[in-house]
């Protein structure tokens, strides 16, 4: 019997190894596509967590023991559900509160670390690597942030002047000057968090919050630098930025 043409047998063979290579070559392009779309998911959660982190600092009372904010606990809600709806993965359901690990008689204190952390479930399409990375093709992707409170009292002292203005007095006397403003000297707030630091910057006489920058930091946070040398007599209206 002739053999086959030699043409034909090749086409054959490449048919073949065709065949054996495409489900490898499909199963890479699933993986890649899966990874993608958990690294940018996680890029997004990450994201949405800050968002939740920054909004609790800036809404501590909402959170309060004694009187909680239901209307802010709520805008929260909503804020947290509105980022997270672009992400492909399943959120927790209600929206897990921000913790406040260091809270004071059930207050949130101005410097107090605030922490929001969320747990997305991501679907994995590629059937072998969910069976492996995840339960029941699930696989859970967590992020966090945390933020300093930056609205409300600095331990226990509420945020105002700490000197009263005076009130003006009519001059004896058509030639006398105004008095000068306050001065204050400057404190060392370097390797203080952010609580004692503000009350040391209080207690000097000055009337205005620190400035953290940037407000983002992890448990324990300690001021590492500071805008203005300590000693340095500034107006008591002065504000100083630190750093960790």
Same mark, same amino acid.
């Given at each position: 019997?002739?053999?086959?043409?030699h043409?034909?047998?090749?086409?054959?063979?490449?048919?073949?190894?065709?065949?054996?290579?495409?489900?490898?070559?499909?199963?890479?392009?699933?993986?890649?596509?899966?990874? =993608?779309?958990?690294?940018?998911?996680?890029?997004?959660?990450?994201?949405?967590?800050?968002?939740?982190?920054?909004?609790?600092?800036?809404?501590p009372?909402?959170?309060?023991?004694?009187?909680p904010?239901v209307?802010?606990?709520?805008?929260?809600?909503?804020?947290?559900?509105?980022?997270?709806?672009g992400?492909?993965?399943?959120?927790?359901?209600?929206v897990?509160?921000?913790?406040f690990?260091?809270?004071?008689?059930g207050?949130h204190?101005?410097?107090?670390?605030?922490?929001?952390?969320?747990?997305?479930?991501?679907?994995?399409?590629?059937?072998?690597?969910?069976?492996?990375?995840?339960?029941?093709?699930?696989?859970?992707?967590?992020?966090?942030?945390?933020?300093?409170?930056?609205?409300?009292?600095?331990?226990?002292?509420?945020?105002?002047?700490?000197?009263?203005?005076?009130?003006?007095?009519?001059?004896?006397?058509?030639?006398?000057?105004?008095?000068?403003?306050?001065?204050?000297?400057v404190p060392?707030?370097?390797?203080?968090?952010? =609580?004692?630091?503000?009350?040391?910057?209080?207690?000097?006489?000055?009337?205005?919050?620190?400035?953290?920058?940037?407000?983002?930091?992890?448990?324990?946070?300690?001021?590492?630098?500071?805008?203005?040398?300590?000693?340095?007599?500034?107006?008591?209206?002065?504000?100083?930025?630190?750093?960790k």
């Amino acid at each position: 019997m002739p053999s086959a043409p030699h043409g034909r047998r090749s086409r054959g063979q490449s048919l073949v190894e065709f065949t054996l290579v495409l489900p490898i070559l499909l199963l890479l392009i699933l993986v890649g596509l899966d990874f =993608g779309r958990v690294f940018l998911g996680w890029v997004e959660l990450n994201n949405v967590v800050r968002e939740a982190a920054n909004y609790a600092a800036s809404n501590p009372n909402a959170w309060n023991s004694n009187t909680p904010d239901v209307t802010a606990q709520a805008a929260y809600q909503q804020l947290v559900t509105n980022d997270a709806s672009g992400i492909n993965c399943t959120m927790p359901s209600p929206v897990p509160t921000p913790a406040f690990p260091d809270g004071v008689n059930g207050s949130h204190p101005i410097g107090e670390l605030v922490t929001a952390s969320f747990t997305c479930q991501f679907r994995i399409i590629t059937p072998v690597i969910s069976n492996i990375v995840g339960t029941n093709g699930l696989l859970a992707v967590s992020a966090s942030a945390a933020f300093p409170v930056t609205n409300g009292a600095i331990l226990g002292i509420p945020i105002g002047p700490a000197i009263p203005t005076p009130t003006p007095t009519p001059s004896a006397s058509p030639t006398a000057s105004p008095s000068a403003p306050p001065t204050c000297s400057v404190p060392n707030l370097v390797g203080e968090g952010p =609580g004692p630091a503000q009350n040391d910057w209080t207690k000097a006489g000055f009337t205005t919050p620190i400035v953290f920058n940037p407000l983002e930091g992890t448990p324990p946070y300690k001021i590492g630098s500071q805008s203005t040398i300590p000693g340095t007599i500034e107006l008591c209206s002065s504000t100083i930025t630190v750093a960790k």
